[in-house]
């Protein structure tokens, strides 16, 4: 049986197109993102883009809340899963095994210009939301982040 939380991690991973709202932005941006091996989402931003506008200030110090949404449109979709948290830019003493983990889940070529051009964020999960049809599940944080995902129950 899949659970809510492997359905979650499994929308989440970074197969599919996201959106990121960032608190004080107007508007959902488009993201890259993936996620590491404990859930948390990751977003590259290339510079002069909405999403590098969007969390301008953001450093590895200071951070500001966002949500992820991912959504399944397939006919037989999972649903869509909302990622809440609070997002900081990667330090240059995470970059290296954040970039191999997000290669791994997402492998794009903006990876490669991150530290020039592109900057790396991660967002440190406070709240997980799936929505299945008409249901809205609230799932525990900690069952998200035990979850493994199941790239099988994405089409491909």
């Not at 889940?105 to 440190?124: I, R």
Request: proline share 7%; net charge neutral; glycine share 8%.
């Amino acid at each position: 049986m899949r659970s809510p939380a492997k359905i979650a991690r499994t929308l989440a991973r970074g197969h599919l197109p996201g959106l990121l709202r960032v608190a004080g932005w107007p508007r959902p941006v488009p993201v890259c993102h993936a996620t590491d091996c404990v859930g948390r989402p990751m977003v590259l931003a290339r510079v002069g883009s909405d999403l590098a506008r969007a969390l301008g200030a953001v450093d590895a110090r200071s951070r500001v809340a966002a949500m992820l949404c991912v959504e399944d449109v397939a006919p037989s979709g999972l649903g869509r899963v909302k990622v809440g948290g609070w997002v900081h830019r990667l330090g240059v003493e995470e970059i290296a095994a954040a970039r191999l983990e997000f290669a791994e889940a997402n492998p794009v070529a903006d990876l490669l210009d991150v530290g020039a051009g592109v900057t790396m964020y991660a967002v440190e999960v406070d709240r997980v939301e799936l929505q299945c049809r008409a249901t809205t599940i609230d799932i525990d944080v900690d069952a998200f982040i035990a979850a493994d995902p199941d790239p099988l129950l994405l089409p491909r």
